[in-house]
């Protein structure tokens, strides 16, 4: 069963739409959010410091368990042409890329 990893970023309302076109498609068997593990630390004396980065759009991983490749495909071109039309960024690969 082939696994797809996405990185988006962008509102949590973009987000929500993205997901909601997955998990509308056939051959979908899961839809995960996994949590980002790597730390973001700002040191004390940074220029950074202090400031809020809620501000910019946030970044969501997901993780696929799709049917088969036939699907993998059609998902990744319907995540392209949605996040294209919603103005975000979508990093997507497979698992033989990870």
Do not use: C, Y
């Not at 410091?49 to 759009?57: K, Q, V």
Request: proline share 3%.
């Amino acid at each position: 069963m082939p696994m797809m990893r996405a990185r988006m970023t962008g509102s949590d309302d973009q987000v929500r739409t993205m997901l909601n076109l997955i998990d509308s498609m056939d051959g979908i068997h899961s839809i995960e959010e996994v949590d980002d593990l790597m730390p973001h630390l700002d040191d004390w004396d940074s220029s950074s410091a202090g400031l809020s980065d809620l501000r910019g759009p946030k970044v969501h991983e997901i993780e696929l368990d799709l049917a088969n490749n036939s699907t993998a495909g059609r998902v990744q071109r319907e995540m392209e042409s949605l996040a294209f039309d919603l103005d975000m960024l979508v990093e997507i690969s497979d698992n033989d890329e990870a």
